[in-house]
């Protein structure tokens, strides 16, 4: 018995030899799962630190974009504002346009009916020559409306009239062949 044991206690027993074998592969085993996360999540730190810094990046030059862009507003601002005030120091120059033609083209029954508006105000002067005034209020409609049978009674006589000019109203072929 005591031979075993000794046998045993020296690892000739084969039992301890397999289970020292066993132990030595998991530790192996552990390191190198501990080595190949530990790899891992430096890779892994390393991608997210130069995501972040290209987000950083991205975020900066967006930044630096829109302050160019506002420098440029203001620049844009200021050259109006010089313009005006050189404007203002040359003083008055080219009157405003015409007023605008008047409404309804003049036809009568349209103006009585108060169709016809006025023509629009003229406009300012050109701007580097020194602006004239904003343009004038448009002019008040024509008058109301006057008693229908007037209105009839004018545009059977303007039917009259365009019948007479092309000929086709009586007196007027007459004239027309003659011509």
């Known amino acids: 018995m005591e031979e075993e044991r000794e046998r045993w206690r020296r690892g000739r027993g084969g039992g301890e030899g397999r289970r020292r074998r066993r132990r030595r592969r998991r530790r192996r085993r552990r390191r190198r799962r501990r080595r190949r996360r530990r790899r891992r999540r430096r890779r892994e730190e390393e991608e997210e630190e130069e995501e972040e810094e290209e987000d950083e990046e991205e975020e900066e030059e967006e930044e630096e974009e829109e302050e160019e862009e506002e420098e440029e507003e203001e620049e844009e601002e200021e050259e109006e504002e010089e313009e005006e005030e050189e404007e203002e120091e040359e ?15 003049g036809e009568r029954e349209r103006w009585r009916r108060g169709r016809g508006g006025g023509g629009g105000g003229g406009g300012g002067g050109r ?7 904003g343009g004038g209020g448009g002019g008040g409609g ?15 006589e303007e039917e009259e009239r365009e019948r007479w000019r092309r000929g086709r109203g009586g007196e007027g072929e007459v004239e027309e062949r003659e011509r």
Do not use: L, T, V
Request: charged share 40%; aromatic share 0%.
């Open 127 to 133: 701007r580097r020559r020194g602006g004239g005034g």
């Open 91 to 105: 003083g008055g120059g080219g009157g405003g346009g015409g007023g605008g033609g008047g409404g309804g083209g």
């Open 142 to 156: 024509g008058g109301g409306e006057e008693e229908e049978e007037e209105e009839e009674e004018e545009e059977e």
